[in-house]
């Protein structure tokens, strides 16, 4: 590093510009000072958003990531004004209203539920994405080390909580009264997405007590647009073993034609 550029990495930690500052600063242009500051300076604001947008992703805790064009609308039922679109728009969390996806395994709820965080965190708006048991156990555990208060603090960073897989497992008791208890204490301040394979006459069986998961259940739908997902599993419709199963049908049906 020359003298020069070693002066403008000094200035760039005094003034708390980004590290990286001095070094595109060697290679920015300008037809006057002003407009070689004003580059740099548009410059820097860009790469600050980007960094902000980055990190906001890398600490939803997303367990892959997808792009809009991944996703298939054509088995979903979108309820009236709702749609792709407007969803990505995040139009739900404009209008301070919860999303519950309900469908069978493998239908495209995590996608969708992904695909929004990712465009929250674009719009520099935080995402916290759990599997349900995973924050259930989480809240189990803080509670026994005495550590629920940490736990709430890093929750309540997020302005939109994604619960997915909820109800394919039972649950811990005193994890899933904490659960309820901290979505009592966000209803309608934060916006729940949260994903389900299970009737809401069937929640009972996974949090067992029934006065609970009826006032979770009207809290959660107090103000919320129901999508639903009547299609087939698509992992297994992609899957090598779905390919070799219908071939084989295939098969078995032009041996019974011949016979004939």
Same mark, same amino acid.
């Given at each position: 590093?020359?003298?020069?550029?070693?002066?403008?990495?000094?200035?760039?930690? +005094?003034?708390?510009?980004?590290?990286?500052?001095?070094?595109?600063?060697?290679?920015?242009?300008?037809?006057?000072?002003?407009?070689?500051?004003?580059?740099?300076?548009?410059?820097?604001?860009?790469?600050?958003?980007?960094?902000?947008?980055?990190?906001?992703?890398?600490?939803?805790?997303?367990?892959?990531?997808?792009?809009?064009?991944?996703?298939? #609308?054509?088995?979903?039922?979108?309820?009236?004004?709702?749609?792709?679109? +407007?969803?990505?728009?995040?139009?739900?969390?404009?209008?301070?209203?919860?999303?519950?996806?309900?469908?069978? #395994?493998?239908?495209?709820?995590?996608?969708? /539920?992904?695909l929004i965080g990712i465009?929250?965190?674009?719009?520099?708006?935080?995402?916290k994405f759990y599997r349900?048991?995973?924050?259930?156990?989480?809240?189990?555990?803080?509670?026994?080390?005495?550590?629920?208060?940490?736990?709430?603090?890093?929750?309540?960073?997020?302005?939109?909580?994604?619960?997915?897989?909820?109800?394919?497992?039972?649950?811990?008791?005193?994890?899933?009264?904490?659960?309820?208890?901290?979505? /009592?204490?966000?209803?309608?301040?934060?916006?729940?997405?949260?994903?389900?394979?299970?009737?809401? +006459?069937?929640?009972?069986?996974?949090?067992?007590?029934?006065?609970?998961?009826?006032?979770?259940?009207?809290?959660?739908?107090?103000?919320?647009?129901?999508?639903?997902?009547?299609?087939?599993?698509?992992?297994?419709?992609?899957?090598?073993?779905?390919?070799?199963?219908?071939?084989? #049908?295939?098969?078995?049906?032009?041996?019974?034609?011949?016979?004939?």
């Open positions: 590093m020359d003298d020069m550029q070693e002066r403008l990495a000094t200035c760039c930690k +005094s003034l708390r510009l980004s590290k990286s500052l001095a070094e595109r600063a060697m290679n920015q242009s300008g037809d006057t000072n002003q407009d070689f500051l004003l580059s740099l300076l548009e410059d820097e604001i860009q790469y600050r958003e980007r960094s902000r947008i980055t990190k906001l992703i890398n600490s939803a805790g997303f367990p892959k990531r997808y792009t809009v064009s991944d996703f298939r #609308t054509d088995e979903v039922d979108f309820p009236e004004g709702v749609s792709y679109e +407007s969803l990505l728009d995040l139009d739900f969390h404009k209008s301070g209203k919860n999303i519950i996806m309900y469908g069978g #395994t493998g239908t495209g709820k995590t996608m969708l /539920s992904i465009e929250a965190c674009k719009k520099n708006i935080p995402v349900t048991a995973g924050l259930i156990n989480l809240f189990s555990e803080s509670h026994e080390k005495g550590t629920l208060s940490s736990l709430k603090k890093k929750l309540n960073k997020a302005d939109i909580l994604i619960l997915d897989e909820f109800g394919y497992v039972p649950y811990d008791r005193t994890g899933s009264q904490l659960l309820f208890d901290y979505l /009592s204490e966000i209803h309608e301040v934060k916006e729940v997405i949260l994903n389900t394979n299970l009737e809401f +006459s069937q929640w009972v069986n996974v949090l067992y007590d029934q006065r609970m998961t009826t006032a979770l259940i009207g809290r959660l739908t107090h103000h919320v647009e129901l999508i639903l997902f009547p299609g087939t599993n698509n992992r297994l419709r992609e899957s090598s073993i779905n390919k070799a199963m219908s071939q084989m #049908t295939t098969t078995k049906k032009k041996g019974t034609s011949h016979e004939k």
